[in-house]
C-alpha cells in the first residue's frame, strides 16, 4: 500500500488517535503485533463476510489478492456494468481509497452493504460506511442506500445454522448523508497529517486501551511516569486533558480542590506519600473465610456464530474451570477442560459441583463465575441452579475485598489480577507460559476442538491448562499476600 493513500482502515484510526495514523503510514515498521482479541475479532469477521456474502450469492469480487489498487478501482468499475452483486468492491480517488464488503444493484444504482460482526449498531459503523460514500462518489459509482449487515443477538441454534436468520440488516443512508460533508473535512485534515514529516506529539489516554490493540502503545507509553494520570482509576480522558493542560501530570501533583470520589482520593494519597493502604477491616474480612477454602476461575468461549444447539450469538460457554485449595504450601489442584467439538456445559457444571463437595468458602475473581453459574441455570443445564446457589451462599469476591481495603502503588490504577498480583507477590507471574490471557485462551480454545492432528490438540490442552491453573494459583498468591498485609 502507497504511503500516500489514506484507506479506510487508517481513517478510521485517525479518527481515535491521529499519531497512531500517521506512525501507521509513516513507520509500519516498529508496529507490535496484534492481540488476541484483535485476531478474535478478524476471525469473526472473515467467517461472518462468508455468511455474508453467501446471502448475496452470484457476484464477483471487486479487487483481486495482486491488484494495486487502480487496478482493483478498474475492475470494480467494469464489473458494475454487469449489474450484479459485487465482493470488495474498491473504490476512491484524490487519495483516499475504500473497499465496501458488498454491493447490490438497486433499480437506481447501488446499495452498499458494511458487514460487521457486532451484534448492535455502533457510531463507528456510521464513520465507517461514510468514508466508503466518499470513496464511491470519487470514481462515480452511485448508491443510493446504505445498509449495515449485524448479528442477530436472538437467534437461537438448530439442528443446522440458517444464516439467513443469524444476520439483520439495517438502514443508515440517512445518518451517513448527514455526516459525509464532515467525513471529506476530515478526511483533508488527515491527509495532510500523513504527509507531514514530524511525529505528532499527543497526550496518551484511555483511547490507548490497552498493549495489544494499538501496534505503538509501548513506544507512546514509553519511560511513563508511574504515577501518571492514566494510573488514577476512573479518570475520564478530559478530566485527565484539563489538568495535563494546566501543568498537572502525575498523581501526586493533583490540587486537592479537584473533585474526586474516595477511592481515588485513597490513591492520590498512596502515591503522594509512598504509603500502602490497608483498611482495618482487612484482618476482620479474611478472618470471616471458613476453611476448608477453594480459589475457583472459569474461561469461557463466545463467537458470532453459535457454536452449540441451543445457543446464541455471542454467548458465554464456559469450557474450562481450574480450582485450588486454598490452605497448604502445596494447595491441591483439580481441573476441568473440554477438548472436542461438544456443548461443554454439563461436563463443566457437574465436574465442578463433584469438586466443591465439602467446601465451606469459595473464592472467585470478580462476579464473572457467578454470572456464568446463572446463565448455566437460566439455560437449562443440569446441575446450573445447584451451582449457582451453591456460589451465591458460600462465594466471596476476593476482588471486592482488595478494592475494599488495599491500595498499592504498583497496582498502577487498576485492581485487575494481572496488575495486583505483581505487587503483592513480586516473585509469581504468567511469564513463559504459551497463554497469558483470556482472549488468547479463546482463540486456542476455538483451533483445539476444530484440530484434526493430535499432537497440535494436545499441545493446546496443555497451554489452556496451564493458563487456567495459573489464574487460580494467582489467587492463593493474592491471599497469602493479603494476609501478610493484614499481619497475619
Same mark, same amino acid.
Given at each position: 500500500?502507497?504511503?500516500?493513500?489514506?484507506?479506510?482502515?487508517?481513517?478510521?484510526?485517525?479518527?481515535?488517535?491521529? !499519531?497512531?495514523?500517521?506512525?501507521?503510514?509513516?513507520?509500519?515498521?516498529?508496529?507490535?503485533?496484534? &492481540?488476541?482479541?484483535? !485476531?478474535?475479532?478478524?476471525?469473526?469477521?472473515?467467517?461472518?463476510?462468508?455468511?455474508?456474502?453467501?446471502?448475496?450469492?452470484?457476484?464477483?469480487?471487486?479487487?483481486?489478492?495482486?491488484?494495486?489498487?487502480?487496478?482493483?478501482?478498474?475492475?470494480?468499475?467494469?464489473?458494475?456494468?454487469?449489474?450484479?452483486?459485487?465482493?470488495?468492491?474498491?473504490?476512491?480517488?484524490?487519495?483516499?481509497?475504500?473497499?465496501?464488503?458488498?454491493?447490490?444493484?438497486?433499480?437506481?444504482?447501488?446499495?452498499?452493504?458494511?458487514?460487521?460482526?457486532?451484534?448492535?449498531?455502533?457510531?463507528?459503523?456510521?464513520?465507517?460506511?461514510?468514508?466508503?460514500?466518499? /470513496?464511491?462518489?470519487?470514481?462515480?459509482?452511485?448508491?443510493?442506500?446504505?445498509?449495515?449487515?449485524?448479528?442477530?443477538?436472538?437467534?437461537?441454534?438448530?439442528?443446522?445454522?440458517?444464516?439467513?436468520?443469524?444476520?439483520?440488516?439495517?438502514?443508515?443512508?440517512?445518518?451517513?448523508? #448527514?455526516?459525509?460533508?464532515?467525513?471529506?473535512?476530515?478526511?483533508?485534515?488527515?491527509?495532510?497529517?500523513?504527509?507531514?514529516?514530524?511525529?505528532?506529539?499527543?497526550?496518551?489516554?484511555?483511547?490507548?486501551?490497552?498493549?495489544?490493540?494499538?501496534?505503538?502503545?509501548?513506544?507512546?507509553?514509553?519511560?511513563?511516569?508511574?504515577?501518571?494520570?492514566?494510573?488514577?482509576?476512573?479518570?475520564?480522558?478530559?478530566?485527565?486533558?484539563?489538568?495535563?493542560?494546566?501543568?498537572?501530570?502525575?498523581?501526586? #501533583?493533583?490540587?486537592?480542590?479537584?473533585?474526586?470520589?474516595?477511592?481515588?482520593?485513597?490513591?492520590?494519597?498512596?502515591?503522594?506519600?509512598?504509603?500502602?493502604?490497608?483498611?482495618?477491616?482487612?484482618?476482620? !474480612?479474611?478472618? /470471616?473465610?471458613?476453611?476448608?477454602?477453594?480459589?475457583?476461575?472459569?474461561?469461557?468461549?463466545?463467537?458470532?456464530?453459535?457454536?452449540?444447539?441451543?445457543?446464541?450469538?455471542?454467548?458465554?460457554?464456559?469450557?474450562?474451570?481450574?480450582?485450588?485449595?486454598?490452605?497448604?504450601?502445596?494447595?491441591?489442584?483439580?481441573?476441568?477442560?473440554? #477438548?472436542?467439538?461438544?456443548?461443554?456445559?454439563?461436563?463443566?457444571?457437574?465436574?465442578?459441583?463433584?469438586?466443591?463437595?465439602?467446601?465451606?468458602?469459595?473464592?472467585?475473581?470478580?462476579?464473572?463465575?457467578?454470572?456464568?453459574?446463572?446463565?448455566?441455570?437460566?439455560?437449562?443445564?443440569?446441575?446450573?441452579?445447584?451451582?449457582?446457589?451453591?456460589?451465591?451462599?458460600?462465594?466471596?469476591?476476593?476482588?471486592?475485598?482488595?478494592?475494599?481495603?488495599?491500595?498499592?502503588?504498583?497496582?498502577? &490504577?487498576?485492581?485487575?489480577?494481572?496488575?495486583?498480583?505483581?505487587?503483592?507477590?513480586?516473585?509469581? &507471574?504468567?511469564?513463559?507460559? /504459551?497463554?497469558?490471557? &483470556?482472549?488468547?485462551?479463546?482463540?486456542?480454545?476455538?483451533?483445539?476442538?476444530?484440530?484434526?492432528?493430535?499432537?497440535?490438540?494436545?499441545?493446546?490442552?496443555?497451554?489452556?491448562?496451564?493458563?487456567?491453573?495459573?489464574?487460580?494459583?494467582?489467587?492463593?498468591?493474592?491471599?497469602?499476600?493479603?494476609?501478610?498485609?493484614?499481619?497475619?
Amino acid at each position: 500500500m502507497s504511503s500516500g493513500i489514506l484507506t479506510k482502515s487508517l481513517y478510521l484510526s485517525g479518527l481515535v488517535c491521529p !499519531r497512531r495514523l500517521w506512525l501507521l503510514v509513516n513507520k509500519p515498521e516498529i508496529a507490535e503485533a496484534v &492481540g488476541g482479541s484483535d !485476531r478474535r475479532r478478524m476471525m469473526a469477521g472473515i467467517e461472518i463476510g462468508g455468511i455474508a456474502r453467501g446471502l448475496h450469492a452470484g457476484g464477483e469480487y471487486g479487487r483481486l489478492p495482486d491488484d494495486s489498487e487502480e487496478t482493483a478501482i478498474q475492475r470494480t468499475a467494469d464489473l458494475a456494468v454487469q449489474r450484479k452483486p459485487i465482493y470488495e468492491a474498491a473504490m476512491g480517488g484524490d487519495g483516499i481509497y475504500a473497499l465496501a464488503d458488498i454491493l447490490v444493484p438497486n433499480d437506481d444504482g447501488w446499495t452498499l452493504i458494511e458487514v460487521k460482526s457486532s451484534a448492535r449498531l455502533k457510531p463507528e459503523h456510521v464513520q465507517d460506511v461514510s468514508f466508503q460514500a466518499l /470513496a464511491a462518489s470519487k470514481c462515480g459509482i452511485k448508491i443510493t442506500k446504505f445498509m449495515v449487515m449485524l448479528i442477530n443477538r436472538d437467534y437461537v441454534l438448530g439442528d443446522e445454522l440458517i444464516e439467513a436468520e443469524l444476520m439483520i440488516t439495517e438502514e443508515i443512508t440517512k445518518d451517513v448523508r #448527514e455526516v459525509v460533508e464532515v467525513t471529506e473535512r476530515i478526511v483533508g485534515e488527515q491527509i495532510r497529517l500523513i504527509q507531514q514529516d514530524e511525529e505528532p506529539q499527543l497526550y496518551t489516554g484511555s483511547f490507548c486501551n490497552k498493549p495489544g490493540r494499538c501496534g505503538f502503545y509501548k513506544r507512546c507509553h514509553e519511560g511513563q511516569s508511574e504515577k501518571d494520570l492514566e494510573f488514577m482509576p476512573a479518570f475520564r480522558q478530559k478530566k485527565i486533558n484539563e489538568l495535563r493542560d494546566s501543568g498537572v501530570f502525575t498523581i501526586d #501533583e493533583i490540587p486537592e480542590s479537584t473533585k474526586m470520589n474516595p477511592l481515588q482520593r485513597r490513591v492520590k494519597d498512596v502515591i503522594t506519600f509512598s504509603r500502602d493502604y490497608v483498611d482495618d477491616s482487612l484482618a476482620n !474480612r479474611l478472618e /470471616a473465610i471458613k476453611q476448608p477454602a477453594a480459589c475457583i476461575d472459569f474461561e469461557t468461549a463466545q463467537s458470532a456464530v453459535p457454536l452449540f444447539k441451543g445457543t446464541r450469538p455471542y454467548q458465554q460457554i464456559p469450557f474450562q474451570w481450574s480450582m485450588h485449595l486454598l490452605d497448604g504450601d502445596n494447595p491441591a489442584h483439580s481441573e476441568f477442560l473440554c #477438548e472436542d467439538f461438544i456443548d461443554p456445559r454439563e461436563g463443566f457444571t457437574q465436574t465442578l459441583l463433584a469438586a466443591l463437595e465439602g467446601i465451606d468458602t469459595i473464592l472467585y475473581y470478580s462476579p464473572f463465575e457467578v454470572q456464568r453459574a446463572k446463565e448455566l441455570e437460566e439455560g437449562g443445564i443440569p446441575g446450573g441452579k445447584e451451582l449457582h446457589d451453591l456460589l451465591k451462599e458460600k462465594g466471596v469476591d476476593q476482588l471486592k475485598v482488595l478494592k475494599d481495603c488495599v491500595y498499592l502503588e504498583g497496582f498502577k &490504577g487498576s485492581f485487575s489480577i494481572k496488575k495486583a498480583l505483581p505487587a503483592l507477590a513480586p516473585d509469581f &507471574g504468567y511469564d513463559g507460559l /504459551a497463554i497469558q490471557d &483470556g482472549d488468547t485462551a479463546v482463540t486456542e480454545y476455538l483451533k483445539m476442538i476444530s484440530a484434526t492432528d493430535p499432537a497440535q490438540k494436545q499441545t493446546i490442552s496443555d497451554n489452556l491448562r496451564a493458563y487456567c491453573k495459573m489464574d487460580t494459583l494467582a489467587m492463593v498468591e493474592v491471599h497469602r499476600g493479603l494476609v501478610r498485609l493484614s499481619g497475619g
